[in-house]
C-alpha cells in the first residue's frame, strides 16, 4: 500500500501534536492560547481524517472520513482569523454576535456536506481511483465547495494577515519578530495549498495541507511562547497599552533581567529597550538598588522614592504586582513609576496653607465655646465641651477646603474650568457649614408643636418622596391610611426622612426597607426594617446621646433630635437589632396628644 508511510507520519505528529496540546494548555490559561491549542486540534482532526480517507479502499468508509476530516478545516481559519484579533488588539471585535455571525460559515458548510447526497452542491460523481482504491477518489467539486470552503478559508485567513501585518507595521521593531511565526502559518497553509491545487500528483493526490499545517503550528507555539524574550507577556499590539503611558513601565523576569521598557522608562534608566533587553537591571540602572531598598522596606504595594538632587531632584510614586510567566514558578515583576514631583511642591505648600488655617481654627472654636456657655446657661447643651470640640472640627473641613479654593483662585493661570471647580468646592463647602449649623440650632431650640390632622400613609409617602433613594435600595410603604392622628406634620416628616436616610446609609450594597404602620392602644406605630448591616451592641448604649455618631460627616445630633420630637408628641421610639441582620426603628405617636407640649433641653 502505497499510502502507508503518509498514514504513519500522519499518525506519529497528531500524537505528538495532541500531547504538546495538552501540555501546552496545562501551562497557560490566556483566552488567545486557548485559541491557539484550538487551531492546533483543528489541523489534527483534518490531518487524521485524511489520513483515514487514503487507510481504506472502501467508498463508502473513505466518504465517512472524507466529511469529517471538513470539521477541521473549517475550524483552522475561523480560530485562525480570531486569534490574529486578540494579538492585534482588536478584542473588541470578538463579542458574542459576531462570534455567531463568523460561525455560520462553518456551520452551514458542515450542514451541506453531511447532507451532501440530497442535494450535491458540494460534490459529485464520487468513483474509487481506478490505479490504486487507497488513493484519494475522484469527484466533481461543485459551488457549494468552491464559495464556502475554499473561498471562506482563503478570506478568512487573507483578512487575517491583513489585519496583523498592520498592527505588526506599527510595532516598535524588536516586537516585530513575534509576528513571523503567526504569518509563517498562513504562508504554509496558501502555498502547499495552491501547489496541491496546481499539480495534485505532485504529492501523490493527496492533501499536503494538514501534515505541513499541524507541524507549522506546532512549531509556531513552540517559538512563540519559549524562544522569543518576553513574548508570554508581551502582545503585538504593544504600543497600543504601554507606549501610551506617561508612567513608566518596566517589567523583570525572574532573575531580575529587563523584560520590557516602555519610552517613558526608557528616558528614566537611560538605555532604549534594544540595548536593555535580558540584561541584569542593575546594569542598566543605576537608581535599581534605591529602588529595590524601597521594595523591600515592607509589604505596600504602594512605595514612594526620589532620585537626583537639587533642582533636578524628582518624586517617584512606585506600584509593584506579578505577572504570570512561562510557568507560575517564574514570575514577571511589573514596576510603574508616576511621577509626583509636582504633586510633593503642592503638598508642601498645603502644609504651610494648612498652618495658617490651623491659627483660624483654633479663633475659631474659641467663638464656639463662648456660644456654648450661653447655652450652658439655659440649660440646653449638657456636654459642652464636647459640642465645641465636634464643631470645631467638622467646621474645620468646609473652612480648609474654602481657603485652599480662594488661594488657588488668585492664581491667574487657572483655566476657566479650574475657577469653576473652586467655586463649586466654596459653595458645597459652606452647604455643609450651614447644615452643621442647622443641626446645632434646631437641637437646642424650644419644640413647639403644631398640631393638624394626618394619616400613617400620607407622613410615610411624604418622607418617602423628600429622599433620594438609590436604585439598588427597594422601599416598600405598606402602611395604612388609617386612623387619623394629630401631629406636627412638618417635624415628624423630619423625623422619618431622617429614619429612612439612616437605613439607606446602612445597605451601601442595596437591600430592603420596609415601612408598616398598626393601631395598638389608641397609639399609631410606624416600624421601618432594613437588610442592612446592623447596630452593634456598643453603639447602642450611646445611641440616644448627642453628638456620637459612626458617620464620617454630621456630629451626631439627628437621632437624638428625632428623639426630643417624639418626646414632645408624648411618643416612644424604640430600636431592634443585631450585627450583621438588619435594624427596627419603631416610633409610637398617640393618636390625640393630650397636652401640647414646649420641650426645652
Not at 162 to 176: C, D, G, K, L, Q
Not at 291 to 301: P, Q, Y
Request: charged residues 20%; glycine residues 6%.
Amino acid at each position: 500500500m502505497e499510502t502507508l508511510p503518509y498514514i504513519i507520519l500522519a499518525v506519529g505528529v497528531s500524537f505528538l501534536a495532541i500531547m504538546a496540546a495538552i501540555r501546552f494548555t496545562l501551562l497557560h490559561h490566556e483566552a488567545r492560547n486557548k485559541v491557539s491549542v484550538l487551531i492546533l486540534l483543528g489541523s489534527v482532526i483534518w490531518l487524521l481524517m485524511s489520513a483515514l480517507v487514503v487507510a481504506s479502499d472502501s467508498l463508502p468508509t473513505k466518504l465517512v472520513f472524507y466529511k469529517m476530516q471538513f470539521v477541521g478545516v473549517v475550524l483552522v481559519p475561523t480560530t485562525y482569523l480570531i486569534l490574529t484579533m486578540q494579538l492585534s488588539g482588536y478584542e473588541r471585535w470578538i463579542k458574542r454576535s459576531n462570534l455567531a455571525l463568523l460561525s455560520a460559515v462553518p456551520i452551514i458548510t458542515l450542514l451541506l456536506i453531511f447532507t451532501n447526497e440530497s442535494h450535491g452542491l458540494m460534490w459529485s460523481n464520487i468513483t474509487l481511483n481506478s490505479v490504486d482504491p487507497f488513493l484519494p477518489f475522484n469527484e466533481n467539486r461543485g459551488l457549494g465547495y468552491w464559495l464556502l470552503i475554499i473561498g471562506y478559508s482563503y478570506v478568512a485567513l487573507m483578512f487575517a494577515v491583513v489585519i496583523f501585518v498592520r498592527r505588526v507595521v506599527a510595532s516598535r521593531s524588536i516586537y516585530r519578530r513575534q509576528a513571523v511565526p503567526v504569518i509563517f502559518v498562513s504562508c504554509v497553509a496558501w502555498i502547499f495549498g495552491a501547489v496541491w491545487f496546481l499539480n495534485p500528483s505532485l504529492f501523490m493526490y493527496i492533501d499536503p495541507t494538514p501534515l505541513v499545517l499541524t507541524v507549522a503550528i506546532s512549531i509556531t507555539l513552540w517559538k512563540s511562547y519559549l524562544l522569543l524574550p518576553g513574548s508570554e507577556i508581551i502582545p503585538v499590539a504593544h504600543e497600543m497599552i504601554l507606549d501610551s503611558m506617561n508612567e513608566a513601565v518596566i517589567i523583570l523576569n525572574a532573575q531580575t533581567q529587563i523584560v520590557e521598557l516602555n519610552p517613558s522608562a526608557e528616558q528614566l534608566v537611560g538605555h532604549n529597550l534594544s540595548d536593555a533587553l535580558g540584561k541584569p537591571v542593575e546594569g542598566i540602572w543605576t537608581e535599581w538598588a534605591d529602588v529595590k531598598k524601597e521594595l523591600d522596606s515592607g509589604t505596600d504595594r504602594v512605595k514612594e522614592a526620589s532620585f537626583g538632587v537639587g533642582e533636578k531632584k524628582k518624586f517617584y510614586e512606585i506600584q509593584t504586582s506579578y505577572l504570570s510567566g512561562i510557568t507560575s514558578e517564574r514570575p514577571n515583576l511589573l514596576i510603574i513609576l508616576r511621577d509626583i514631583t509636582e504633586r510633593k511642591i503642592s503638598d508642601e505648600k498645603l502644609r504651610l496653607y494648612s498652618n495658617q488655617l490651623k491659627e483660624h481654627s483654633e479663633h475659631l472654636e474659641e467663638l464656639v465655646a463662648e456660644r456654648t456657655n450661653e447655652l450652658r446657661k439655659a440649660e440646653r447643651l449638657a456636654a459642652i465641651g464636647e459640642t465645641a470640640a465636634m464643631v470645631g472640627h467638622d467646621l474645620r473641613n468646609p473652612l480648609q477646603g474654602i481657603t485652599g479654593a480662594l488661594h488657588l483662585l488668585r492664581q491667574e493661570s487657572l483655566t476657566a474650568e479650574e475657577r469653576d471647580e473652586m467655586l463649586q468646592l466654596i459653595q458645597s463647602s459652606v452647604e455643609y457649614s450651614d447644615a452643621i449649623v442647622r443641626d446645632l440650632s434646631e437641637y437646642s431650640a424650644e419644640i413647639i408643636l403644631k398640631l393638624a390632622d394626618t394619616t400613617p400613609k400620607s407622613l410615610t409617602g411624604e418622607a418617602i418622596r423628600a429622599v433620594k433613594v438609590p436604585p439598588t435600595v427597594s422601599v416598600q410603604d405598606l402602611s395604612q391610611n388609617h386612623p387619623t392622628l394629630k401631629v406636627d406634620t412638618e417635624r415628624i416628616k423630619r423625623v422619618l426622612v431622617n429614619l429612612i436616610q439612616n437605613a439607606i446609609d446602612a445597605m451601601p450594597q442595596g437591600g430592603t426597607l420596609m415601612i408598616s404602620s398598626r393601631l395598638w392602644n389608641d397609639n399609631v406605630e410606624i416600624a421601618f426594617t432594613d437588610t442592612g448591616s446592623g447596630i452593634s451592641e456598643k453603639v447602642m448604649k450611646n445611641l440616644w446621646k448627642p453628638l456620637q455618631t459612626t458617620k464620617a460627616k454630621g456630629m451626631g445630633l439627628g437621632l437624638p433630635i428625632c428623639k426630643r420630637i417624639v418626646d414632645a408628641h408624648q411618643g416612644t421610639i424604640s430600636v431592634k437589632s443585631k450585627a450583621g441582620e438588619g435594624t427596627t426603628v419603631t416610633i409610637s405617636l398617640p393618636i390625640k396628644p393630650v397636652r401640647v407640649e414646649v420641650l426645652q433641653k
